[in-house]
């Protein structure tokens, strides 16, 4: 669960600073949800890997 994760200082979804807090404004019309879909994935893929570099760069 996210307790594991977060003692290990990786991030979890809802808190201030998870996956799901996105601030980027390039972001803010789609749901954390959809940006982390196959369908995403399928139908905007820019926007998919946009979304996970950024991710990862933090």
Known sequence: ???VSTE???PDFRSKDGLY???DVRF????PEY??????????PKVFF?????????
């Open 1 to 3: 669960g996210a307790g």
């Open 8 to 10: 290990s200082s990786i």
């Open 21 to 23: 807090n996105n601030k």
């Open 28 to 31: 803010e019309n789609y749901s």
């Open 35 to 44: 940006l982390l879909s196959h369908t995403c994935l399928v139908n905007e």
């Open 50 to 58: 946009e979304f996970y570099r950024q991710k990862m760069d933090a």
